[in-house]
């Protein structure tokens, strides 16, 4: 049931996003994809089934996954000044997907906390 949830909450956000997009205020959908609405919820259900200390460790480990989000919205901007989206889409996420792996190797070895 919790994944039913989660799931229609996603829809209800990119619904909203999809809306936004075609307003004269269409950079306000970047904010609503920042919208912590399913980390909330996988919060709470961490809270409850593993306590506080696991959570503030998640936590931590969100702050610091930040940085290749922001890396990927760096390079999308960069690259859509020379390729078309899919291939900016493309690009960006493989630049995202080299660091995330970095970040989840350095967590593991080190328990960054």
Known sequence: ???????VIAVIIMGI???ISKTENYYVAGLVLSFPGLSILAY???????????????ICFAI?????FVIFLLVLNF?????NICNSILISSMVW?????ILIIVWKKFQLI
């Open 97 to 101: 997907f080299f660091l995330s792996s």
């Open 44 to 58: 709470y259900f961490m809270y409850i089934e593993h306590g506080a200390s696991k959570v503030r460790e998640t």
């Open 64 to 68: 610091v996954s930040a940085i290749p």
């Open 79 to 83: 690259t859509l000044k020379n390729y």
């Open 1 to 7: 049931m919790d994944l039913v949830i989660k799931c």
């Open 17 to 19: 996003v999809h809306y």
